[in-house]
T-cell receptor, first 112, second 114 residues
Framework: EAQVTQNPRYLITVTGKKLTVTCSQN?????MSWYRQDPGLGLRQIYY???????DKGDVPEGYKVSRKEKRNFPLILESPSPNQTSLYFC???????????FGSGTQLSVL | AQSVAQPEDQVNVAEGNPLTVKCTYSVSGNPYLFWYVQYPNRGLQFLLKYITGDNLVKGSYGFEAEFNKSQTSFHLKKPSALVSDSALYFCAVRDLRNFNKFYFGSGTKLNVKP
Protein backbone atom coordinates (compact mmCIF):
# COMPACT_ATOMS: atom_id res chain seq x y z
CA GLU A 1 0.00 0.00 0.00
CA ALA A 2 1.31 3.44 -0.96
CA GLN A 3 1.84 5.46 2.16
CA VAL A 4 3.79 8.02 4.13
CA THR A 5 4.68 6.76 7.59
CA GLN A 6 5.54 9.04 10.49
CA ASN A 7 6.76 8.07 13.93
CA PRO A 8 5.95 8.57 16.69
CA ARG A 9 2.26 9.54 16.63
CA TYR A 10 2.52 11.28 19.98
CA LEU A 11 5.55 12.72 21.73
CA ILE A 12 5.87 14.60 24.98
CA THR A 13 9.26 16.03 25.78
CA VAL A 14 10.94 18.77 27.79
CA THR A 15 12.59 21.96 26.67
CA GLY A 16 16.05 21.45 25.25
CA LYS A 17 15.97 17.68 24.82
CA LYS A 18 16.88 16.82 21.24
CA LEU A 19 14.35 14.77 19.31
CA THR A 20 13.80 13.32 15.85
CA VAL A 21 10.53 12.65 14.09
CA THR A 22 10.92 10.10 11.34
CA CYS A 23 9.17 10.08 7.97
CA SER A 24 9.33 7.40 5.34
CA GLN A 25 7.52 6.97 2.00
CA ASN A 26 7.31 3.86 -0.16
CA UNK A 27 6.29 5.53 -3.42
CA UNK A 28 9.75 6.45 -4.69
CA UNK A 29 8.82 10.14 -4.59
CA UNK A 30 11.61 12.64 -5.09
CA UNK A 31 9.86 15.48 -3.27
CA MET A 32 9.19 15.42 0.48
CA SER A 33 8.17 18.15 2.87
CA TRP A 34 7.40 18.91 6.51
CA TYR A 35 4.51 21.04 7.80
CA ARG A 36 3.26 22.13 11.16
CA GLN A 37 -0.42 22.63 11.83
CA ASP A 38 -1.59 25.15 14.43
CA PRO A 39 -5.19 26.19 15.16
CA GLY A 40 -6.25 29.18 13.12
CA LEU A 41 -3.04 29.14 11.09
CA GLY A 42 -3.54 26.10 8.91
CA LEU A 43 -0.45 24.28 7.69
CA ARG A 44 2.86 26.05 7.38
CA GLN A 45 5.79 24.60 5.51
CA ILE A 46 8.96 24.01 7.54
CA TYR A 47 11.39 22.41 5.07
CA TYR A 48 11.24 20.55 1.81
CA UNK A 49 13.51 18.32 -0.19
CA UNK A 50 13.61 17.95 -3.95
CA UNK A 51 15.84 14.86 -3.89
CA UNK A 52 18.60 13.13 -1.95
CA UNK A 53 20.95 15.67 -0.35
CA UNK A 54 18.84 18.59 -1.68
CA UNK A 55 16.83 20.49 0.92
CA ASP A 56 15.54 24.03 1.33
CA LYS A 57 13.70 26.17 3.84
CA GLY A 58 9.97 26.68 3.88
CA ASP A 59 8.23 29.52 5.67
CA VAL A 60 8.96 28.55 9.29
CA PRO A 61 12.35 26.77 9.40
CA GLU A 62 13.70 28.33 12.62
CA GLY A 63 14.50 25.73 15.27
CA TYR A 64 14.31 22.78 12.88
CA LYS A 65 16.76 20.72 10.86
CA VAL A 66 16.23 18.07 8.22
CA SER A 67 18.34 15.61 6.29
CA ARG A 68 17.77 13.55 3.16
CA LYS A 69 20.37 10.83 2.94
CA GLU A 70 18.05 8.32 1.30
CA LYS A 71 15.17 8.90 -1.07
CA ARG A 72 12.57 7.26 1.14
CA ASN A 73 13.44 8.98 4.46
CA PHE A 74 13.16 12.60 5.53
CA PRO A 75 13.57 13.02 9.30
CA LEU A 76 12.74 16.23 11.13
CA ILE A 77 15.17 17.15 13.89
CA LEU A 78 14.57 19.52 16.78
CA GLU A 79 17.96 20.03 18.40
CA SER A 80 16.70 22.12 21.30
CA PRO A 81 12.91 22.06 21.39
CA SER A 82 11.00 24.94 22.95
CA PRO A 83 7.35 25.19 24.03
CA ASN A 84 6.46 27.24 20.93
CA GLN A 85 7.24 24.16 18.86
CA THR A 86 4.32 22.33 20.43
CA SER A 87 2.26 21.50 17.36
CA LEU A 88 0.90 18.84 15.06
CA TYR A 89 3.48 17.90 12.44
CA PHE A 90 2.88 16.35 9.04
CA CYS A 91 5.23 14.88 6.51
CA UNK A 92 4.20 14.79 2.86
CA UNK A 93 5.56 13.57 -0.45
CA UNK A 94 4.74 14.18 -4.09
CA UNK A 95 5.45 12.40 -7.34
CA UNK A 96 5.97 15.48 -9.48
CA UNK A 97 5.41 19.19 -10.01
CA UNK A 98 1.72 20.07 -9.99
CA UNK A 99 0.73 16.78 -8.45
CA UNK A 100 -1.07 16.17 -5.18
CA UNK A 101 0.64 15.73 -1.85
CA UNK A 102 0.44 12.46 0.09
CA PHE A 103 0.40 13.08 3.83
CA GLY A 104 1.41 11.01 6.82
CA SER A 105 -0.94 10.58 9.78
CA GLY A 106 0.79 13.26 11.82
CA THR A 107 2.89 13.58 14.97
CA GLN A 108 1.46 15.48 17.93
CA LEU A 109 4.39 17.04 19.76
CA SER A 110 4.18 18.65 23.18
CA VAL A 111 7.22 20.47 24.56
CA LEU A 112 6.96 21.20 28.28
CA ALA B 1 2.76 37.58 -1.28
CA GLN B 2 0.85 34.52 -2.38
CA SER B 3 -1.81 33.20 -0.07
CA VAL B 4 -5.22 31.66 0.29
CA ALA B 5 -7.94 32.66 2.73
CA GLN B 6 -10.80 30.64 4.13
CA PRO B 7 -13.18 33.21 5.60
CA GLU B 8 -15.30 30.75 7.60
CA ASP B 9 -13.94 28.85 10.57
CA GLN B 10 -16.99 26.62 10.58
CA VAL B 11 -19.82 25.72 8.23
CA ASN B 12 -22.97 23.96 9.43
CA VAL B 13 -25.30 22.22 7.02
CA ALA B 14 -28.09 19.66 7.27
CA GLU B 15 -27.65 16.27 5.65
CA GLY B 16 -29.01 16.25 2.12
CA ASN B 17 -28.57 19.99 1.63
CA PRO B 18 -25.96 21.48 -0.68
CA LEU B 19 -22.74 22.68 0.92
CA THR B 20 -20.18 25.32 0.03
CA VAL B 21 -16.81 25.88 1.67
CA LYS B 22 -15.24 29.14 0.58
CA CYS B 23 -11.68 29.90 -0.49
CA THR B 24 -10.17 33.01 -2.02
CA TYR B 25 -6.64 33.28 -3.32
CA SER B 26 -4.10 35.99 -3.82
CA VAL B 27 -1.57 35.28 -6.54
CA SER B 28 -0.40 37.43 -9.42
CA GLY B 29 -0.76 34.90 -12.19
CA ASN B 30 -2.47 31.62 -13.00
CA PRO B 31 -2.72 29.64 -9.79
CA TYR B 32 -2.46 25.95 -9.06
CA LEU B 33 -5.18 25.39 -6.44
CA PHE B 34 -5.97 22.38 -4.29
CA TRP B 35 -8.51 21.18 -1.76
CA TYR B 36 -7.65 18.70 0.96
CA VAL B 37 -9.78 17.10 3.68
CA GLN B 38 -8.65 16.05 7.15
CA TYR B 39 -10.65 13.54 9.15
CA PRO B 40 -10.06 13.30 12.93
CA ASN B 41 -6.65 11.83 13.81
CA ARG B 42 -5.71 11.46 10.16
CA GLY B 43 -3.44 13.19 7.71
CA LEU B 44 -4.75 15.36 4.90
CA GLN B 45 -6.25 13.66 1.87
CA PHE B 46 -6.38 15.15 -1.60
CA LEU B 47 -9.84 16.03 -2.94
CA LEU B 48 -9.24 17.91 -6.17
CA LYS B 49 -7.05 20.42 -7.97
CA TYR B 50 -7.30 23.16 -10.56
CA ILE B 51 -4.40 23.82 -12.93
CA THR B 52 -5.96 25.03 -16.12
CA GLY B 53 -8.96 24.39 -18.35
CA ASP B 54 -12.56 23.89 -17.25
CA ASN B 55 -13.49 26.16 -14.34
CA LEU B 56 -15.56 23.41 -12.72
CA VAL B 57 -13.32 20.70 -11.31
CA LYS B 58 -14.69 17.39 -10.11
CA GLY B 59 -12.97 15.45 -7.37
CA SER B 60 -13.29 12.63 -4.88
CA TYR B 61 -16.37 11.71 -2.82
CA GLY B 62 -18.73 13.77 -5.01
CA PHE B 63 -17.02 17.08 -4.33
CA GLU B 64 -16.43 19.72 -6.96
CA ALA B 65 -14.91 23.18 -6.97
CA GLU B 66 -15.49 26.22 -9.10
CA PHE B 67 -12.58 28.40 -10.15
CA ASN B 68 -13.57 32.03 -10.63
CA LYS B 69 -10.75 34.22 -11.88
CA SER B 70 -12.60 37.53 -11.64
CA GLN B 71 -13.50 36.91 -8.00
CA THR B 72 -10.21 35.10 -7.25
CA SER B 73 -12.17 32.30 -5.62
CA PHE B 74 -12.06 28.52 -5.58
CA HIS B 75 -15.08 27.40 -3.57
CA LEU B 76 -15.64 23.75 -2.72
CA LYS B 77 -19.14 22.43 -3.29
CA LYS B 78 -21.24 19.32 -3.00
CA PRO B 79 -24.88 19.03 -4.11
CA SER B 80 -26.01 16.84 -1.20
CA ALA B 81 -24.08 16.68 2.07
CA LEU B 82 -23.52 13.50 4.06
CA VAL B 83 -22.89 13.22 7.79
CA SER B 84 -19.62 11.47 6.86
CA ASP B 85 -18.47 14.66 5.10
CA SER B 86 -17.97 16.25 8.51
CA ALA B 87 -14.27 17.07 8.65
CA LEU B 88 -11.71 19.88 8.39
CA TYR B 89 -11.18 21.24 4.88
CA PHE B 90 -8.10 23.06 3.63
CA CYS B 91 -7.58 25.11 0.51
CA ALA B 92 -4.01 25.40 -0.78
CA VAL B 93 -2.10 27.18 -3.54
CA ARG B 94 1.25 26.30 -5.04
CA ASP B 95 3.84 29.04 -5.28
CA LEU B 96 4.04 30.36 -8.84
CA ARG B 97 7.80 30.75 -8.90
CA ASN B 98 8.94 28.05 -6.51
CA PHE B 99 7.00 24.89 -7.39
CA ASN B 100 8.15 23.27 -4.17
CA LYS B 101 6.33 25.64 -1.84
CA PHE B 102 2.68 25.50 -0.90
CA TYR B 103 0.46 27.85 1.09
CA PHE B 104 -2.51 26.53 3.01
CA GLY B 105 -5.57 28.30 4.33
CA SER B 106 -6.49 28.21 8.00
CA GLY B 107 -9.06 25.47 7.48
CA THR B 108 -12.86 25.28 7.67
CA LYS B 109 -14.63 22.82 9.92
CA LEU B 110 -17.65 21.35 8.18
CA ASN B 111 -20.42 20.00 10.40
CA VAL B 112 -23.15 18.02 8.69
CA LYS B 113 -26.08 17.31 10.99
CA PRO B 114 -28.49 14.40 10.43
Amino acid sequence: EAQVTQNPRYLITVTGKKLTVTCSQNMNHEYMSWYRQDPGLGLRQIYYSMNVEVTDKGDVPEGYKVSRKEKRNFPLILESPSPNQTSLYFCASRVGVGEKLFFGSGTQLSVL
Amino acid sequence: AQSVAQPEDQVNVAEGNPLTVKCTYSVSGNPYLFWYVQYPNRGLQFLLKYITGDNLVKGSYGFEAEFNKSQTSFHLKKPSALVSDSALYFCAVRDLRNFNKFYFGSGTKLNVKP
